[in-house]
């Protein structure tokens, strides 16, 4: 069974850094790219960027570029969104979630998500 | 980046009735074109791709049509567990992107 599970939900203050994970069982890893989607509070859904965890190839959205890294550990088949320095505007529940079949199929496997809030 | 086009925003249809949601791309996706299911607190639920083929386990009254730049799902029969937020996806072009969302509402 395929399964993509999200750490816990964060709250954070403006200015800290902050990593999230996603770890995968059911599929090989290595074989399908990683994405992560945005979805702020009352909003829709954004695509942020992608993985391909066998060689850590990584494709940004233009307007998450610089401001948040992908990365994927192989060796424990998870996958990682990180900021280095968080804004409120950061507030969101951020959705992992597999491409089935490359870079350019849709969306099957969903993690539940990880609610991220920053505040003062 | 091609912008995806929901309408309407909102639909209010009654229990046993048909809803028609529409999406249209801004340059053509080919059958490019996804749909998903999403009700609060839960992550968004895979319903259509390939503008036409339903997922695995999605009951026959949810249907896709369309190709290049407008697509359709029908949801024939609506349910009360159907009453959600309705999405659809592009994944012809990076970066991916998602229409704005149309919320079918009980009438």
């Known amino acids: 069974e395929v399964q993509l599970v999200q750490s816990g939900a964060q709250v954070k203050k403006p200015g800290e850094s902050l990593k999230i994970s996603c770890k995968v069982s059911?599929?090989?890893?290595?074989?399908?790219?990683i994405a992560w989607v945005r979805q702020m509070p009352g909003k829709g859904l954004e695509s942020m960027g992608v993985?391909?965890?066998?060689?850590?190839?990584?494709r940004y959205s233009p307007s998450f570029q610089g401001q948040v890294t992908i990365s994927a550990d192989k060796s424990i088949s998870t996958a990682y969104l990180q900021w280095s320095g968080l804004k409120a505007s950061d507030t969101a529940i951020y959705y992992c979630?597999?491409?089935?079949?490359?870079?350019?199929?849709?969306?099957?496997?969903w993690g539940l998500g990880t609610p991220v809030i920053v505040s003062t | 980046e091609i912008a995806m086009t929901q309408s309407p925003d909102t639909l209010s249809v009654s229990p046993g009735e048909r809803a028609t949601l529409s999406c249209r791309a801004s340059?053509?996706?080919?059958?490019?074109l996804a749909w998903y299911q999403q009700k609060p607190g839960q992550a968004p639920r895979l319903l259509i791709y390939?503008?036409?083929t339903r997922a695995t386990g999605i009951p026959a009254r949810f249907s896709g049509s369309g190709s290049g730049t407008e697509f359709i799902l029908k949801i024939n029969s609506l349910q009360s567990e159907d009453f959600a937020v309705y999405y659809c996806?592009?994944?012809?072009?990076?970066?991916?992107?998602f229409g704005g969302g149309t919320k079918v509402e009980i009438k």
């Open positions: 979630a597999r491409h089935p079949t490359g870079i350019f199929s849709h969306f099957d496997y």
């Open positions: 059911g599929y090989s890893f290595n074989a399908h790219w």
């Open positions: 993985i391909y965890p066998d060689d850590s190839d990584t």
């Open positions: 340059q053509s996706v080919g059958s490019r």
């Open positions: 390939g503008a036409s």
């Open positions: 996806l592009q994944h012809d072009n990076l970066p991916l992107t």
